[in-house]
């Protein structure tokens, strides 16, 4: 059996990486690290410059130039946290030409994640919500706190991990 990893096989998992942590912390905290937005972002640089064919900057750029700024306008209506926001663009960074189909999958993963925590939320309500204990709940599961978005965007951004352009 051949050890050695491919770029197709690494670049995923350097894109996918940020993504899970970012869904866990935003999860938890209702927050996403600026240090994982950067890492996310810087990544793409020597990703786009190992890649095996060449890279249209302008497509890369120009797609988190847009989501960037469509995300800044729900960010100043209330619809989406900063981290959210920078989350998004550099997740575009990397899908650059394919970022309408993450776009896509971010909304309809955002459908179920928020369909799944509302659901949850009830059934912790129907089960006493926590006051057996007399522990609080985690924020998460506190019925009328948002969700949180990160999660949306990191399913939509997983579900393309596989078919980023960088690879070919």
């Known amino acids: 059996m051949n050890a050695t990893l491919t770029l197709s096989q690494v670049l995923p998992a350097i894109f996918a990486a ?5 869904a866990i912390w935003d999860g938890m905290k209702y927050r996403i690290p600026n240090l994982l ?16 064919q060449p890279v249209d900057w302008a497509w890369h750029l120009g797609a988190a130039a847009l989501v960037f700024g469509g995300g800044a306008a729900c ?40 369909l799944v925590v509302l659901g949850v939320r009830r059934l912790v309500a129907r ?35 596989w078919r980023l352009p960088l690879v070919g």
């Open 18 to 22: 940020p993504l899970i942590v970012a």
């Open 37 to 52: 937005t950067v890492l996310l972002a810087a990544s793409f640089v020597p990703a786009a410059l190992l890649a095996p």
């Open 75 to 114: 960010f100043a209506m209330g619809w989406l946290g900063g981290g959210d926001v920078k989350l998004a663009a550099a997740v575009a960074l990397w899908l650059g030409p394919l970022t309408p189909v993450f776009l896509l999958a971010m909304a309809v993963a955002g459908g179920v994640v928020a």
């Open 127 to 161: 089960l006493g919500g926590g006051r057996s204990t007399g522990a609080p709940l985690p924020r998460l599961l506190t019925a009328g706190e948002g969700v949180p978005y990160g999660l949306a965007i990191a399913a939509g951004g997983l579900v393309m991990a």
